[in-house]
Each structure stands twice: as C-alpha cells, then as structure tokens.
C-alpha cells in the first residue's frame, strides 16, 4: 500500500511541477502589469505592493490597442462566419450527394491540409495588390477564410455522412426544397461540429502575425498580435506598459479557453485524433 | 504545429500546430463514414443545380486564395525578378543560384541545418516530455482533469505575445530568468540566452516547446484513452507488470498518433518563422545563428531590413522546395500511418 502511495506522491510532484512551469510564466506577466517599471526590477517574484491600474489605460488609448482589437475582432468573426457557411455547404454537398467527381474534390480540398498558403504569398500579395485589397482587412478575411476551409469540409462532411437518410427523404417526400433540408434538418443536426470548426480555426486567426505583417501597412487596419510589434518598439524600455500590453492581448483568448476549456481541447485536436 | 507549427493553422501552426500544424492528415476519410453506405440520389438538373450552388462559392474560393498562390508560387521560380517585376523566363536558374552562387548556399545550408536541430530538438525535449505527461495523466491521478486544462493553456496564446514575454524573461540584465538562477545558487550560468551563438536556438526551442508541450500531450493522452480497457486488464490478469503493459499494449496502439505528431513537428519546424521573427528577429541573429528556411524565404520574398536586397525568384525557390519538402513527408507520413496502424 505504501508503494502505491509513494509513487502517487511522484506523480503529483511531477505533475505539479510542469503546471508551475506553466502558470509561473503567465502569473509573473499579470503581476508586473501592476507594477512600476522600478518595482519589477527591485521585486520582479513577489506580488504589486499596489495594484496599479494605469498601465492598462495607457495601452489602451496611447498605445492604440483598442483599435487593433477591434480589427482582429472583425477580421476573426468574418472570416470564421464565412468558411463556416461555405465550409457547410460543400461538406453538405460532398456528404449527402453522390456525383461523379466527388471523391476527387474532396481531396482537392483536403491537399490544403498539407500545404502552407504562406508559402505562396508572393502570389497571393501580388492577387491582392492587383484587385485593390492591400491594406485592407478584407485582404485578411479572404485568406484565413479560404484556408480554413479544409479542415471545415473534412470535419462537417464526415459529420453530414452520419446522419440517416430518413430525416432527408421525409422532408423530400413533403416537398421541402434542398434548401430547406439544408437550414432547417440538417445543419441543427450538425450544431457540434459548428463549434468544433468555429473553435478550431478562431484562435490561430486570432492569433496570426504572418499575413497581416505582409498585407497591412497602416497603422490604423493593424491586427492586434501586429500592433503589438509596433507598441513593443516605441515602449522597449518601459517595462510596466510592455507587461500590462501582454497581459491585455492575452486575456480575451485565456478567459475564452478557461471557460470553453473542453470544447477548446476537442476542436484544437480535432484533426488529429481519430474520431 | 507543434513546433513551430507555427500550427497550425497555421498556417501552422506549432512548431507547430500552427495552421498547417492544426491540421490531421490522418485519415482521409472520417471513420464514421466506414462501412456507411453513400446515399444515392438521383441526379436531374434541379439536384445538379443545387449542387452547383453548394460548391461553387467554397471552390471559388479555394482555387483563388490558396490553389492559385500556391501553383504560382511554382511558376514564379522559372523566372528572372526585378523588385516585383517578373521578366525573362530561365527555366531553373534560380534554383542553379540558389544552391552555387555566393553567399545563396551558405544561407540556405545554414538555415536548413537550423530547421533539422529545430525538429530533432523538439522531438527530443518536447515530445519525449510529452508522452511522459500523458503516461501519467492517464492513470487518472487526482486533479487530472484540471492538469489537462492547464497544460494546454499556452497553446492559445499568440506565439507573438510567447515571444516578446520571453524575450523580457530572457533580458541578461533585467530579466527574471538569470535572476532566478541567482535565487537558486546557479548565478554561474547566468548568460546572455538569445545573445549568444551557441544558446540562441536552442533557447527558442525551449520558448517553443513551453507554448505548445499541451498539444502533443493531448493528443498522446487521447491516443492512450483509446485503447480498449479489456485489452490492458486482461493483460493485468495474466500477470504482466505496469511497465509491460505499457510497453506491450499501449505502445503499439500509440503509434497512429506518434506518427501524426512526428508529421506535424516536422511541418511546424520546418515552416518556423513567427517565434525566430518576433525573438531574434529577421536577420536571425545574433550572426544568423537562429537563422532558419522561413526567415530566409520572407528576406528573399520582401526585402531584407539592413540591405534592401529582395530577389523574388531565389524566395520561389526556396518556397518551391520547402513545399517539395513538405508535401513529400506528408504523404509517405499518411502512408506510414496507415500502414502502421493495428486492426482492433
């Protein structure tokens, strides 16, 4: 009995240490964001003698984060909102239609899984500047949409596949349009895996820096992991404000993982993990 | 990935999961679809109608925005650039320059053997750590739900925001990384982290593997709780030890997901660019000692900072040979996967 316990002991320890090396990282960055720039030096571990909020206001409004918030905002809901429609769409097509060619579009998206777009920026750049998309955020919006739409169409026409075709010729024999079967049958049926692909391809749009540092010169259209780059360079010796802005383009995406953590783990191991 | 995957999605992508990183290749067809019979239905032109209007805006979409790019990315390696002029076709010679004409070789050699040390080193200090965890979390210790949870929370924070914290950790004056070696009475090994040379990569590895550790964790611990209960009690009943079944059972059975984990290490490391970018910068320094294929491509591709120098058909051919590099592994890892899969 004594063994068993001592070996749960080490497990724990094990266990507990690696969550330390995780958490004390991001603890020791929300903690200096309270300080002065002078009390991270002289107390860099402990906890803000006072917890100053003053840090935060000055990125907000000097450092203009809450502009490049707003643009990552917009640019993540559209462009997730639209490789969910038209993700569901063609997962719906190659799901329930059998047609000649279906195998091989299917896998015509699914070659996007493999490659990186970004190694094909230079077209892409070119594309963008020809149709008078650079330094837009629509320019953002087209491609994180469009290479999400791989992992989308994998995962939605694997769940339209399972659903039973009885739901589909009653509704047929009643005279609903494809349309209708569509919207009001089908995809409330596949709610999950809606959240599944929102989830998985939110974050890393959220999170991207590649594309915005190549399509986005103004300062005003900035993304915020972009903007971040420019705050980093006018505040590199004012460590309270480079603490405080860190902490803030961190917050939204942890609150949302914390409070969404089992969906989040589903959807971010979704293509890898059989099932 | 997970590595630089810069995942996936990455494009990816983590080392990774970046978004390339994010993706499974694993199996084409989504289990649930075996042994489903399709659903036929017959075609008239209404049916075909509507199945244009499912498809055609996903496919338009595609084909312009990733497809296009992509072969053109191939085509624009035969040609001779000017700044973002194209001009004379000259079937390989980029590639010719490329690979002999100085100092071409040496970037390219230099960074490529920069991206290996980046996958090997992560296999080794990430992964390996990994399994380990995921070993442990699935014997159910008290409070695994909640280690799951924790563990994974730094896969969701931009590899920008990884970066510049541990750039302000890692700082030989201010930061608390020497000052926590003082603390622990190692102040002898104190050092300038990303400064020196001989610390510089590895040390990125490291950034690297904190942020993305809970990816191949999950994806063991899922590989783990996916082994048939029967199998590893039955085993236990026979009398083998922990360590057997372990070794005998679970094993084996993982190896669909080490093989997906390699894949995606490999895809994340060889597509690293934001952690080298936003840590060393896009020279890779210091004395391009973090140099590595994606900092080299994206100088080619746009201009480096110091020197202005842009030559959009050497950057092509660097893409066309990471995407040859890439696509190849890909594949033969599908393969392999396949392959090494045990029926049970």
Redesign the interface.
């Known amino acids: 009995m004594s063994g068993r316990s001592g070996w749960a002991l080490v497990v724990q320890a094990v266990l507990v240490a690696n969550a330390v090396l995780v958490l004390a990282p991001m603890a020791i960055m929300v903690m200096s964001a309270f300080k002065s720039t002078r009390e991270i030096f002289q107390n860099p571990f402990g906890l803000p003698a006072v917890w100053r909020l003053e840090n935060f206001q000055r990125v907000w409004v000097e450092a203009r984060f809450g502009a490049y918030f707003q643009n990552s905002v917009v640019v993540t809901v559209v462009s997730v909102a639209v490789l969910v429609v038209l993700g569901a769409m063609a997962g719906y097509a190659l799901g329930r239609f059998a047609f000649r060619g279906n195998d091989a579009l299917y896998l015509y998206f699914l070659s996007g899984l493999m490659l990186p777009v970004r190694l094909g920026v230079v077209p892409l750049f070119i594309l963008m500047r020809n149709l008078g998309l650079l330094d837009t955020l629509w320019a953002l919006i087209l491609v994180y949409a469009a290479s999400g739409l791989p992992s989308a169409i994998f995962i939605l026409t694997g769940f339209f596949r399972t659903l039973p075709a009885d739901l589909e010729g009653a509704a047929r024999i009643d005279g609903a349009s494809e349309w209708t079967i569509f919207t009001r049958i089908m995809l409330p049926l596949v709610r999950p895996a809606l959240v599944i692909v929102t989830i998985y391809n939110a974050i890393p749009i959220w999170n991207d820096f590649f594309f915005p540092l190549v399509f986005i010169q103004s300062d005003a259209r900035k993304t915020l992991p972009q903007g971040m780059t420019v705050f980093f360079g006018q505040y590199y010796t004012d460590y309270a404000t480079l603490f405080a802005g860190l902490t803030l383009a961190a917050v939204p995406v942890v609150a949302l993982y914390v409070l969404l953590s089992q969906h989040f783990i589903r959807g971010l191991t979704a293509g890898a993990v059989k099932g | 990935m997970p590595s630089g995957g810069s995942?996936?999605?990455?494009?990816?992508?983590p080392a990774g999961?970046?978004?390339?990183g994010?993706?499974?290749?694993?199996?084409?067809?989504?289990?649930?679809?075996l042994g489903?019979p399709?659903?036929?239905?017959s075609?008239r032109t209404?049916?075909?109608l509507?199945?244009v209007?499912?498809?055609a805006?996903?496919?338009l979409?595609?084909a312009?925005?990733?497809t296009?790019?992509?072969v053109?990315?191939l085509a624009?390696s035969l040609f001779r650039w000017e700044g973002?002029g194209r001009r004379e076709f000259i079937g390989l010679g980029n590639f010719v320059r490329l690979f002999a004409t100085f100092p071409y070789p040496r970037l390219l050699w230099n960074a490529f053997w920069h991206n290996v040390a980046v996958f090997v080193l992560t296999m080794v200090v990430q992964n390996l750590t990994a399994l380990?965890?995921a070993l442990?979390?699935a014997?159910n210790?008290?409070?695994a739900r909640a280690?799951?949870?924790?563990?994974?929370?730094?896969?969701?924070?931009?590899?920008?925001?990884v970066g510049?914290?541990?750039g302000?950790?890692l700082n030989p004056i201010?930061g608390?990384v020497n000052?926590?070696l003082a603390l622990a009475g190692l102040g002898h090994l104190a050092r300038p982290w990303l400064g020196d040379p001989a610390t510089a990569l590895v040390t990125l590895v490291l950034v690297n593997a904190?942020r993305w550790?809970?990816?191949p964790t999950?994806?063991f611990l899922?590989?783990i709780h996916?082994v048939p209960d029967d199998y590893l009690e039955a085993a236990r009943i026979d009398g083998a030890s922990e360590w057997d079944v372990t070794r005998r059972i679970v094993f084996p059975l993982l190896a669909?997901?080490v093989t997906?984990?390699v894949i995606?290490t490999f895809?994340g490391s060889f597509?690293w660019?934001?952690l080298p970018?936003?840590m060393a910068g896009v020279a890779g320094a210091p004395n391009r000692a973090t140099d590595v294929l994606g900092l080299f491509?994206y100088r080619m591709?746009?201009g480096e900072v110091d020197t202005g120098l842009q030559d959009?058909g050497i950057?092509?051919a660097i893409?066309v040979l990471?995407?040859a590099l890439?696509?190849g592994v890909?594949?033969v890892g599908a393969v392999l996967l396949r392959r090494r899969e045990v029926e049970y």
């Not at chain 2, 999961?17 to 390339?20: D, E, F, L, T, W």
């Not at chain 2, 399709?38 to 239905?41: A, D, E, F």
């Open positions: 995942p996936p999605r990455t494009l990816a992508h999961a970046g978004r390339a994010r993706a499974g290749l694993a199996r084409l067809r989504p289990p649930a679809a489903q399709r659903l036929r239905l075609l209404g049916r075909r509507w199945l209007v499912f498809l805006p996903a496919v979409l595609f312009t925005f990733i296009y790019p992509i053109s990315a624009y973002i380990g965890l442990l979390l014997r210790p008290r409070g280690y799951r949870v924790v563990f994974f929370l730094p896969v969701t924070l931009s590899l920008v925001i510049f914290l541990w302000l950790f201010f608390v000052k926590a904190w550790l809970g990816f999950l994806v899922a590989g996916a669909p997901a997906i984990i995606l895809i597509n660019f934001e970018y936003v491509f591709a746009f959009i950057g092509s893409a990471m995407f890439l696509a890909s594949t």
